[in-house]
């Protein structure tokens, strides 16, 4: 693939001129996309393993999301929680049949469904306490912002929501310290994405557990990039066999339209009528295209898909870039792949770029990949071989 230099055009022009500015721009203007290839206004092609930051899990132009889509436009898009919809409660049920969870609230971003979670944990418990861990990423509302860890996306807004503290990912004592009886929540990330891609251990997540319930805590996980087959798992906490008892969903729920979930376990209580709301969360749009997804991601067994490419994926670069100059670990689960470099990632993204291949990064030094779980073979083993050269250059 020959990739022609980035282009000055319209968009980016009026992007860079009317946009708000938060986005660090990649120079680049995408018009369309297939399965997982996407094109820009220059006519290169891109094997795309950002997938809307991990969202459209599919594929892009999937056919039943698009058909699901394009039905329910015809026949009714603003329908708020005041009133029932089929198509709404189709997808309560999938919910329901694929995670376990009891009830849901649906909403419309991961930061979103993580301000639900934290709110319903104060709500049950009648507590303040939030305990989350270094690394984290929740998102930018106020309330998920005070849960994520990193400095920079913290500090200009202080102060944040109080009563949240932050302990070392991964240690029993600090867990053991900091869960107390007033604590209304522990909240985490089975596998930290944006932190750097880590996956916990069993241990870890089972001590947790045992704290929480013995504190009277809840457990929140934040499966907002992990949940709906990324990991090679429906759910990341299967890997793990700990149940949270509040789950956050987003990003692959609908393969990139807008929505996230809440769900909630059998043994608590429904929300109190008024508590919480939400003009467009559920509206029947998003949940054709999420009822779409889940009844793709389970007849495709993309699951299952996930875990085959991913887990081959690790081997490869293990056993070509254990004991490498350039990298410290190379992490994973499922499709949520990272390798962390001795050096800062951005120049090795610039390289793939031009090589066509979109990648993400997790932190300065840690490349990330979360490509849509039905690329194909042939896509994976370009993507995975120019990684490896690219990282050896
Ligand atoms: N939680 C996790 C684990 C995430 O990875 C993200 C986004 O990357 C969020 C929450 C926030 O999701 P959103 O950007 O949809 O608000």
């Known amino acids: ?7 000055t055009n ?18 680049l203007t995408l018009v369309r996309g297939e399965g997982a290839r996407v094109w820009d206004a220059a006519g290169n092609e891109y094997i795309d393993c950002i997938a809307g930051h991990g969202a459209a899990v599919l594929g ?15 026949q009714l898009i603003a329908c708020p929680g005041t009133f029932a919809n089929e198509t709404r409660a189709r997808l309560l049920e999938r919910l329901h ?28 418990t ?33 102060p944040l929501v109080p009563h949240v503290a932050h302990i070392p990912f991964g240690d029993v004592a600090a867990a053991d310290a ?17 932190g750097g891609v880590h996956p916990a251990t069993a241990e870890y997540l089972h001590a947790v557990r045992q704290l929480c319930d013995e504190r009277g805590a809840l457990l929140i996980f934040d499966e907002v990039q992990t949940g709906f087959g990324r990991t090679g798992a429906w759910f990341a906490f299967e890997h793990f066999g700990v149940r949270p008892d509040i789950i956050a969903l987003a990003k692959g729920i609908a393969n990139g339209v807008p929505l996230g979930a809440v769900g909630f376990a059998a043994h608590l209580p429904p929300l109190p009528t008024g508590s919480h709301g939400s003009t467009f969360g559920g509206n029947p749009l998003s949940a054709a295209a999420a009822l779409a997804t889940l009844e793709t991601l389970e007849r495709e067994r993309l699951p299952e898909r996930a875990a085959r490419l991913g887990a081959w994926a690790l081997d490869e670069w293990r056993r070509c870039l254990n004991g490498h100059r350039q990298v410290r670990e190379v992490r994973g689960l499922g499709l949520m792949l990272g390798i962390e470099l001795r050096s800062r990632v951005t120049p090795l993204l610039k390289r793939l770029q031009a090589r066509g291949i979109l990648a993400l990064p997790a932190g300065p030094t840690v490349l990330r990949l979360l490509p849509p779980l039905t690329i194909s073979e042939g896509e994976w083993a370009t993507v995975i071989e120019t990684v490896l050269d690219e990282v050896r250059q």
Do not use: W
Not at 130 to 145: C, W
Not at 178 to 194: C, F, M, N
């Open 1 to 7: 693939m020959s990739i022609q230099p980035p282009q």
């Open 126 to 158: 009648g507590r303040a306490g939030i305990v989350a861990m270094h690394r984290a990423f929740h998102g930018r509302t106020m309330g998920a912002l005070s849960a994520t860890a990193a400095p920079k996306y913290r500090e200009p807004f202080e």
């Open 178 to 194: 900091a869960i107390t009886d007033e604590t209304a929540a522990v909240i985490l990330e089975p596998v930290q994405g944006e």
């Open 97 to 124: 049949t694929v995670s376990g969870f009891a009830r849901f609230f649906l909403c419309n971003s991961g930061a979103e469904a993580v301000e639900g979670a934290l709110k319903a944990a104060r709500l049950f």
């Open 60 to 74: 892009h132009a999937h056919p039943a999301v698009t058909d699901a889509l394009t039905r329910q436009a015809a």
């Open 10 to 27: 319209t968009a980016l022009e009026t992007e860079e001129r009317l946009g708000s500015g938060a986005y660090a721009l990649r120079r």
